[in-house]
């Protein structure tokens, strides 16, 4: 017998509105420009990529 599939929840009005203007103020606020390498993740992949012989 089959599962019954849950319906997927859609904002609407003021709030998609509100979803959609934090949404591209987080965009705007993004600056790749940054040196992404320096980040503590970044650091700690290299470290493991290095220890197994990937870099």
């Known amino acids: 017998m089959a599962t019954a599939i849950k319906a997927i929840p859609t904002l609407k009005g003021k709030e998609a509105k509100g979803f959609l203007l934090n949404a591209e103020k987080a965009e705007r606020n993004f600056d790749a420009s940054k ?21």
């Open 35 to 55: 040196n992404q390498d320096q980040h503590p993740f970044c650091k700690m992949a290299v470290a493991i990529l290095g220890k197994s012989g990937l870099l």
